[in-house]
């Protein structure tokens, strides 16, 4: 067990062997949360911060959070040659000729780096959130408060009085000689994205890219996005009074949605009886739920399932005028000379992306935590510029079972609520109890089983070193 670390000396202690009994603090202690956004959201992970396609043209921004820090996602110019402050992380896999992008290192003076910039929305005068707008155009970013200027990079372009003001032959006031603008720019912190997907850290320490998500996960994402030209279909947002580790948990555990959700039980989308696999990287921190719908209807796996509904019936079945892909299909990464054709696929990336397939339907669901019971859940709904418009209409109409209020995901958002609640309830003493498929953290090629849980916790409760 490690020592706990000087700053939290009051912290709980994780007492029972390997990651299947989840103490209820791990969801409730507001001091372990401070520590899990220093350790976690500001500390050597890549989190995501949106979509190249949400800034299509320079000077275009997006308002995004890692943890509970608010950042800029910006596109700036072009920029030649390396700076260390940017993107020092940029890989071959983003940069192969999928996407047109040159291969060479930022280390290349001649590298060309694709302008893309996070930039921390916090005012280096005195601290203001200087942006308040989700979205937008700028050709520069002013502090609304002393009117600070700020370039696309983060660089502080300007500031009014630098040099004093004029009165007859003095000049009143002004900044010290000895104030550089050089050293009054924003946050930058280092940026890599691959294929569409931008994430962000503020660490130095962040391995690259392609090696914090592992080769477990990548073929995963790259099913979806490699060579492809995402368009954007929309957003939803909810804020759920729950603990932002159970949205991943959520994500990680494949045999709820046969019993919870009455639309996956019933119309077959993802239940117990069908082919599926859980996949994780090496440190148990991402994963992928991989799986193939099947008819629905009634058979031993719903025996008993309350969620069930026989004689349910849709009055408008274009919910579920499901089109296969031929992207589905690719390789299988785990069987070589065979196809594997999955019809929905849920990767949770450490801590707080979630990508979804469910048959037509693709989002990024990103997890912006809000103190230890509360976070803040932003769906965006996309497709692919070769989309037809019944494609695209096809892919509206399922996100209908999606976001705050969809037909499936509402339940979700509910169950959360009522674990917090209940984790509240039970104190300091209480445990979760992780067991489904027994204790171990093995990859399975079967759903009935809570591994993916497990592997996230034995990876936090060391990061955490609780
Ligand atoms: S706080 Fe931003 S310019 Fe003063
Ligand atoms: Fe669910």
């Keep these: 067990m490690n020592a706990p670390q000087a700053s939290s000396p009051a912290l709980s202690r994780w007492s029972e062997p390997g990651s299947s009994r989840v103490p209820f603090w791990a969801y409730t202690?507001?001091?372990?949360?401070?520590?899990?956004?220093?350790?976690i959201f500001y500390g050597a992970h890549w989190c995501y911060v949106g979509l190249e396609v949400e800034i299509p043209n320079v000077g275009d921004y997006k308002l995004s959070h890692?943890?509970?820090?608010?950042?800029?996602?910006?596109?700036?110019r072009k920029k030649l040659g390396s700076d260390s402050k940017f993107a020092a992380a940029r890989s071959a896999a983003d940069a192969g000729p999928a996407d047109g992008r040159s291969a060479k290192l930022e280390s290349?003076?001649?590298?060309?780096?694709?302008?893309?910039?996070?930039?921390?929305?916090?005012?280096?005068?005195?601290?203001?959130r200087f942006c308040q707008k989700s979205h937008g155009n700028a050709r520069s970013f002013v502090c609304p408060y002393h009117q600070w200027t700020y370039k696309l990079n983060g660089d502080l372009a300007g500031l009014p009085f630098k040099d004093g003001v004029k009165d007859g032959d003095h000049v009143n006031g002004g900044m010290p000689k000895d104030f550089e603008l050089k050293d009054h720019g924003l946050t930058k912190l280092r940026v890599a994205t691959l294929h569409?997907?931008?994430?962000?850290?503020?660490?130095d320490q962040t391995e690259p890219l392609e090696d914090y998500l592992g080769p477990n996960v990548l073929p995963w994402l790259e099913r979806i996005f490699k060579g492809r030209t995402l368009t954007l279909l929309g957003y939803n947002r909810q804020r759920i009074p729950g603990n932002w580790k159970l949205m991943m948990e959520n994500i990680k555990d494949p045999y709820h949605p046969g019993l919870l959700h009455t639309w996956f039980v019933t119309f077959g989308l993802w239940r117990a009886d069908q082919k599926s696999r859980m996949v994780m990287d090496a440190h148990g921190r991402h994963a992928v739920m991989i799986s193939r719908k099947n008819e629905g209807g009634q058979a031993a796996v719903t025996q008993g399932v309350t969620s069930f509904k026989a004689g349910m019936k849709l009055h408008d079945d274009r919910l579920l005028d499901v089109v296969p892909e031929p992207w589905w299909r690719i390789p299988d990464p785990s069987n070589p000379g065979a196809d594997i054709m999955p019809t929905v696929t849920m990767i949770t990336l450490f801590p707080s992306l979630i990508i979804q397939q469910q048959v037509n339907s693709l989002s990024t669901r990103h997890i912006v935590p809000r103190g230890a019971g509360e976070f803040d859940f932003v769906w965006t709904h996309f497709g692919f510029a070769d989309d037809t418009p019944e494609m695209t209409r096809r892919r509206l109409r399922q996100s209908n079972l999606f976001g705050p209020a969809g037909f499936v995901s509402a339940d979700d958002g509910e169950v959360i609520e009522l674990s917090q609640g209940g984790f509240r309830q039970g104190g300091e003493g209480g445990s979760t109890v992780c067991e489904l498929g027994g204790t171990s953290l093995d990859a399975t090629e079967h759903m009935v089983t809570e591994t993916l849980i497990r592997s996230m916790y034995a990876y936090w409760k060391k990061v955490m070193a609780v």
């Design 29 to 39: 202690d507001g001091e372990l949360y401070r520590r899990e956004l220093e350790t």
């Design 66 to 76: 890692i943890g509970e820090r608010q950042v800029l996602l910006v596109r700036d």
């Design 196 to 203: 569409g997907l931008v994430f962000a850290t503020f660490s």
């Design 108 to 128: 290349d003076p001649n590298f060309l780096d694709d302008g893309i910039r996070v930039v921390e929305n916090r005012c280096a005068h005195r601290g203001v």
